[in-house]
């Protein structure tokens, strides 16, 4: 080391707050090196200086024990307060994962005495317990179904903090589909509420609680740390599912960096880890840094995901559905057949060319390099085409035309509409068809917005509402499937109407025309129609429609991995059921294309004023 009185080595966070930043002091190269090399994540910038992920230095704290010249080490004063904080709460994660069944701290008959005078909003015997949990870890996960009341629970926790004195401030972190609930919430649970703002511009610094959406984070991020800063503060992330990528993403980096000014830390999502166990390391990684990402890597490592359910089970909160005491649903796959030109093409864009498909393989190959669009080829590759718009519906032609022999099969695909009827749309429209007889009104899921125009021309004879997107009247449209009695189909995708609605009480059957491989937005969108409030006698069914020898195969494949590794770490039986569709024969097998001109000039004329 040099003879220089300064500190040896300078610990302190980067300018985002998701990294820390080491800088040695000159003359110790080697040493500082060595250092270096012990984080994963360390990236060199000069032979004295490195950056390293915060969770990574965390986690990889006992490494600066190694350090030659620990009495000369500064650390940055936040920096070191969270660490010092992290330990503590290392300490109180360990102690309950080591006794798991020692008496919490917080039992849920002193939840009413906690929340103090200005809680007045009524919480279930599984709240209670949810809350009691959550309190004894001082952060926490709570990983509740839809309709359970994760955002009363959220509030009940800010009301105990608040009482406290340990938070004065709530920033919470939401889809815009949330804000409604927690804007309703923290108006009824309090005798006085809340001052309750939505972030608009700059944070409201008289604000109580502070509303913010993901996409907003990043923009706002050295607004929302001063607002942080300014009192004791607590976060709660609803829907905690969107930053999964942890900080390897946009809204994840951005929830890393608020993180650490907390004093308390909350995540709600009733699907923690829809594609295995990165997820749920990320976010526990948010909720326990360092400590997080270890104890769910260590679970997990040994493959036995019966003990990993075990060994995380005190770190969570989760109240099931069977809890909820809702009635079962029935779930179904049925297998459809392709007719013989839909088949030559999809196997041409799949890669087993036909020597029709020779002839115009670079606009196959150009179309088939990404796999997500074979989803779209099995329902019908004239979908991958581009109309005069992304909104364009197919135009089926009935009856249908002969197919002519010496067309290339590229101009063929094009045209596919006039020659077959896709055996997915005639599949749910005679599901619809039934569900209308019955009386019953039908969401049929897609993920294509073609797709989902196409079907509204289709079933033109149900009044279908649709949404997507790009749907300026969505409120008007959900009303209208809600309350007009000749409307039995709503349209819609996940990604638009997977969270924050509650079609329950009017609809009771659902149809996935396709599934993506994104299981937590499959589950998000199954509660759509099966969530707290149903009817003791509602009969749920839902029925997933797939193509044999297609990707629609590959996907119900890696769905099945996916829901059994969530079931199982949280302790499920309903997840994991959905791991494993029963299946079911099709009620449209042997229907042409005069059937179902048959069928919508029948239905037509019945709805005839």
Same mark, same amino acid.
């Given at each position: 080391?040099?003879?220089?009185?300064?500190?040896?080595?300078?610990?302190?966070?980067?300018?985002?707050?998701?990294?820390?930043?080491?800088?040695?002091?000159?003359?110790?190269?080697?040493?500082f090196a060595r250092l270096a090399s012990r984080f994963l994540s360390a990236g060199q910038r000069t032979p004295l200086s490195a950056e390293v992920d915060l969770d990574d230095f965390l986690m990889g704290l006992e490494a600066l024990g190694g350090w030659p010249h620990p009495g000369t080490v500064e650390w940055e004063e936040q920096l070191a307060a969270l660490v010092g904080e992290v330990l503590d709460d290392a300490e109180r994660a360990e102690r309950q994962l080591r006794e798991p069944d020692a008496p919490a701290p917080v039992r849920p008959d002193d939840i009413p005495d906690l929340l103090g005078d200005g809680w007045c909003g009524g919480l279930t015997d599984f709240q209670r317990r949810d809350i009691a949990r959550l309190l004894s870890l001082r952060h926490g996960a709570n990983f509740s179904v839809p309709g359970a009341g994760k955002t009363r629970v959220g509030l009940a926790l800010f009301a105990a903090a608040r009482a406290s004195g340990d938070a004065r401030r709530l920033l919470v972190v939401s889809p815009k589909s949330a804000y409604e609930s927690w804007l309703y919430e923290s108006e009824v649970c309090f005798r006085k509420a809340p001052v309750t703002r939505v972030l608009d511009g700059s944070p409201d610094h008289s604000a109580d609680i502070l509303i913010v959406n993901y996409e907003r984070l990043d923009k706002s991020l050295a607004a929302l740390a001063s607002w942080l800063r300014a009192a004791p503060s607590m976060i709660i992330l609803d829907e905690a599912h969107r930053m999964k990528l942890g900080a390897r993403?946009?809204?994840?980096?951005?929830?890393?960096?608020?993180?650490?000014?907390?004093?308390? !830390?909350?995540?709600? @999502?009733?699907?923690? *880890?829809?594609?295995?166990?990165?997820?749920?390391?990320?976010?526990?990684?948010?909720?326990?840094?360092?400590?997080? !990402?270890?104890?769910? @890597?260590?679970?997990? *490592?040994g493959g036995d995901l019966t003990h990993a359910s075990g060994v995380l089970r005190p770190l969570f909160t989760r109240t099931t559905k069977a809890e909820l005491g809702l009635p079962p649903y029935e779930t179904r796959i049925r297998y459809v057949a392709m007719d013989p030109l839909h088949r030559e093409v999809y196997d041409a864009l799949a890669g087993r060319y036909t020597a029709r498909a020779e002839a115009s393989r670079d606009d196959f190959d150009a179309l088939g390099k990404a796999m997500l669009r074979l989803l779209m080829a099995a329902i019908s590759p004239a979908l991958l085409l581009e109309g005069e718009s992304r909104y364009e519906p197919l135009v089926y032609q009935v009856p249908p035309l002969a197919v002519p022999e010496n067309d290339s099969l590229y101009s063929l695909m094009r045209d596919l509409p006039s020659y077959e009827f896709s055996p997915k749309y005639r599949e749910a429209l005679s599901i619809v068809a039934e569900n209308a007889a019955l009386g019953r009104k039908t969401i049929v899921w897609t993920t294509f917005v073609r797709s989902l125009t196409t079907m509204e021309r289709l079933f033109s004879a149900y009044q279908p509402a649709m949404v997507h997107g790009g749907t300026a009247d969505r409120e008007d449209q959900l009303r209208r499937f809600r309350e007009d009695p000749d409307c039995h189909v709503l349209l819609s995708n996940p990604a638009t109407l997977g969270e924050g609605i509650s079609l329950h009480?009017?609809?009771?059957?659902?149809v996935y025309v396709d599934r993506d491989f994104m299981a937590g937005r499959f589950l998000q969108s199954l509660d759509r129609i099966h969530r707290l409030g149903l009817a003791p006698d509602a009969e749920t069914r839902v029925t997933v429609l797939a193509v044999e020898e297609t990707i629609d195969e590959v996907v119900a494949l890696r769905l099945e991995e996916k829901l059994d590794f969530m079931g199982r770490i949280l302790d499920d039986p309903a997840v994991r059921q959905l791991a494993d569709l029963e299946e079911e024969p099709s009620l449209a097998a042997g229907m042409d294309m005069a059937d179902v001109r048959a069928l919508l000039g029948h239905l037509r004329g019945r709805h005839r004023p």
């Open positions: 080391m040099t003879g220089s009185a300064g500190p040896s080595l300078r610990i302190g966070f980067d300018v985002t707050r998701t990294r820390a930043v080491l800088r040695a002091a000159a003359g110790l190269e080697a040493e993403g946009i809204y994840g980096s951005a929830c890393m960096a608020l993180g650490p000014l907390s004093r308390r !830390r909350l995540i709600l @999502t009733g699907t923690p *880890a829809p594609n295995g166990a990165r997820d749920l390391e990320n976010l526990l990684s948010f909720v326990w840094p360092g400590h997080g !990402r270890r104890v769910v @890597t260590q679970a997990v *490592a009480q009017v609809c009771h059957d659902a």
